[in-house]
């Protein structure tokens, strides 16, 4: 890996010139190297990752390469990207973790989703000083009151003790390293942490690691973070102990409960209520996966707390009712049926997905084949729905086209674009797919004093108003529902295709989409994960990305009807959607592609262990 060894030297020339935590050291050349070292598309044997940074897929390489597995590999890249991608995830976070075990060719997943405090109130996002909810922006996002029980460290412990050949402190000597020495700054994120600049400044901690001598970070420059290095060290040593209790544990609660502001800072940052004693309390959960049949493919993902599983495989099962592939040659159709089964999928997700520790989420009922015979009933193929669709009845249903759907769930999506996404495969045939998240770019924007990490805001995935008809309401405990869709596909029992994204509620609609541009419209993985995005999450409007529009726009509009009933205009542009990783196996799942990014957020890093000639 050539390209790689220059990249360390360079690195390591300027290791000398700063000690002090994240210190910014700008290199002679003015050039980005992270820019000519991520490569997109890495195809080979023994081992693949990819992920959305060079640092993080470079360590994942590193450990398969020393006879790791893929569960040991990709720790080692999570815990790099809490070191790279800091604005995304981190020790601060939670996610959800899924595995295919190669031995017993099995799916099974973790969910380590942060948790709600015990204290916390049905009116905890109210200000009592107005009497109405905080402002989403940028009030309730940074605050204390945001902050959900992080579940990332005991999610890695959990993984590793289950099914890792590697101790916690070796899965994290790569991310350990990379803090030390630092890593390069890129236009992403330069300009990320430029977007956070007031909510960083709030905080003295976060300005002396983010933003050195009260500047923005150079691109090129070197980010160094010894506190986070020092913090994972203690893991090293001590496990995961060391941060669900005894002085860490103490600091994460105290920073919640009184948030450490500037003496001049504007920004009102709400206090939390979490303890000490709801880090003790923290348990990962393991539960089975989300499963369903698409043409022939079993297709697993994570069942709730996340509506991926879910709302993903409801979705499919709609579209099984209809021939997508012979749709080859007039690809507009088959977008409007995959608009329209999305559409439907998210109102039966806002009507009863939450975490099922606390609502009854009829799970079997949203996964069958007939409760989506049913709702696919409703998709037309010349005419687009007026948006947004009532949920389906999922407590009595048969696939009959006539019934009573249930009411209209209006459901204001709070997730934010931000989190990160990995794929790792070994040679042994495991795989792992992994979406880990702190929720908004640069989470609640406060990092715990002298630790190097920044806590996450994931509670604003609750539903901002409480209502006791909503499974997404705020109770103590609960888990908020996320939509990370880490998705493993099988084939005749073994792997055919692991991929999952950042994207908040866009994470669905990626992930479903690149399903079906790969296995309806026939596209190379490649192909399928660089195609341009749309979004339709039952709103009025479809979100879709600029190239998307002007390629299939004006078709979808004329021909479907995809406009508001209102008036206006049929989508709503973004600059991008998602940020996926993949990995398609063949060969007798031998050979690996590992697929990342060509330019979205940056553009991703793919590699392997031993690459094809």
């Known amino acids: 890996m050539p390209h790689l060894?220059?990249?360390?030297?360079?690195?390591?020339?300027?290791?000398?010139?700063?000690?002090?935590?994240?210190?910014?050291?700008?290199?002679?050349?003015?050039?980005?190297?992270?820019?000519?070292?991520?490569?997109?598309?890495?195809?080979?044997?023994?081992?693949?990752?990819?992920?959305?940074?060079?640092?993080?897929?470079?360590?994942?390489?590193?450990?398969?390469?020393?006879?790791?597995?893929?569960?040991?590999?990709?720790?080692?890249?999570?815990?790099?990207?809490?070191?790279?991608?800091?604005?995304?995830?981190?020790?601060?976070?939670?996610?959800?973790?899924?595995?295919?075990?190669?031995?017993?060719?099995?799916?099974?997943?973790?969910?380590?989703?942060?948790?709600?405090?015990?204290?916390?109130?049905?009116?905890?996002?109210?200000?009592?000083?107005?009497?109405?909810?905080?402002?989403?922006?940028?009030?309730?996002?940074?605050?204390?009151?945001?902050?959900?029980?992080?579940?990332?460290?005991?999610?890695?412990?959990?993984?590793?003790?289950?099914?890792?050949?590697?101790?916690?402190?070796?899965?994290?000597?790569?991310?350990?390293?990379?803090?030390?020495?630092?890593?390069?700054?890129?236009?992403?994120?330069?300009?990320?942490?430029?977007?956070?600049?007031e909510r960083f400044r709030a905080f003295p901690d976060t300005t002396k690691l983010f933003l050195p001598d009260g500047q923005l970070p150079a691109v090129g420059s070197i980010l160094k973070n010894h506190d986070l290095a020092e913090t994972y060290r203690l893991l090293a040593r001590e496990g995961t102990s060391a941060f669900y209790s005894g002085p860490l544990a103490e600091e994460i609660a105290e920073t919640v409960q009184n948030p450490p502001k500037s003496p001049d800072a504007e920004l009102p940052v709400p206090a939390g209520s979490m303890t000490a004693q709801d880090l003790a309390n923290y348990r990962v959960l393991e539960q089975d996966p989300t499963h369903v049949e698409y043409r022939g493919y079993d297709v697993y993902g994570m069942a709730p707390s996340s509506s991926g599983g879910t709302t993903v495989g409801e979705a499919l099962n709609i579209l099984e009712e209809f021939d997508l592939s012979s749709l080859k040659t007039d690809v507009p159709k088959a977008l409007h049926h995959y608009l329209e089964a999305s559409a439907l999928a998210f109102a039966d997700r806002a009507k009863y997905v939450g975490d099922p520790h606390f609502v009854d989420v009829p799970t079997e009922a949203l996964l069958d084949q007939v409760f989506a015979k049913e709702r696919a009933c409703e998709i037309s193929p010349t005419k687009a729905l007026p948006k947004p669709v009532p949920a389906g009845n999922a407590e009595s249903y048969d696939g009959v086209c006539s019934f009573a759907p249930a009411a209209l769930t209006d459901e204001k999506d709070t997730e934010n674009i931000s989190t990160t996404n990995l794929t790792v495969s070994d040679k042994w045939g495991n795989v792992v797919e992994y979406t880990l998240t702190i929720e908004q770019t640069g989470g609640s924007g406060i990092v715990v004093p002298g630790r190097g990490f920044i806590l996450n805001n994931e509670l604003t995935d609750f539903s901002t108003v409480y209502s006791e008809t909503d499974p997404n309401r705020i109770q103590p405990g609960k888990r908020p529902r996320s939509s990370m869709s880490p998705t493993i596909v099988l084939k005749d029992g073994e792997p055919f295709l692991a991929l999952g994204s950042p994207g908040g509620s866009t994470i669905i609609t990626t992930v479903l989409q690149t399903l079906i541009n790969r296995i309806d419209l026939g596209m190379t993985i490649e192909d399928a994960l660089a195609a341009p995005r749309a979004s339709q999450r039952n709103t009025a409007t479809v979100t879709a990305e600029p190239a998307f529009i002007s390629a299939y726009g004006e078709e979808l509009d004329s021909r479907f009807g995809h406009r508001p009933s209102s008036g206006g205009d049929a989508f709503t542009s973004s600059p991008e959607i998602g940020a996926a990783t993949a990995i398609e196996f063949s060969h007798g799942g031998k050979k690996a592609t590992a697929v990342a990014e060509p330019t979205r957020r940056g553009g991703g890093s793919a590699m392997v262990v031993k690459p094809s000639p």
């Open 5 to 197: 060894g220059r990249r360390l030297a360079a690195v390591t020339a300027t290791l000398a010139m700063s000690v002090t935590t994240g210190a910014i050291i700008s290199p002679a050349a003015s050039a980005d190297p992270r820019e000519t070292d991520k490569t997109p598309t890495a195809t080979g044997y023994g081992g693949a990752v990819s992920t959305v940074d060079p640092e993080a897929s470079a360590a994942a390489v590193e450990v398969l390469r020393k006879g790791g597995n893929a569960v040991d590999a990709a720790v080692a890249a999570a815990a790099t990207l809490g070191v790279t991608e800091p604005y995304s995830a981190g020790i601060g976070g939670g996610g959800y973790f899924v595995f295919y075990d190669a031995e017993t060719q099995e799916v099974e997943t973790i969910d380590g989703r942060e948790t709600a405090p015990a204290a916390i109130s049905p009116d905890a996002f109210i200000d009592p000083a107005t009497g109405t909810p905080y402002p989403f922006t940028p009030q309730l996002v940074t605050s204390g009151v945001s902050v959900g029980v992080p579940g990332t460290p005991a999610t890695w412990e959990r993984a590793l003790d289950r099914w890792g050949s590697v101790s916690m402190a070796e899965a994290l000597k790569p991310a350990i390293k990379v803090a030390t020495r630092g890593f390069v700054v890129d236009e992403t994120f330069r300009q990320q942490t430029d977007d956070n600049d």
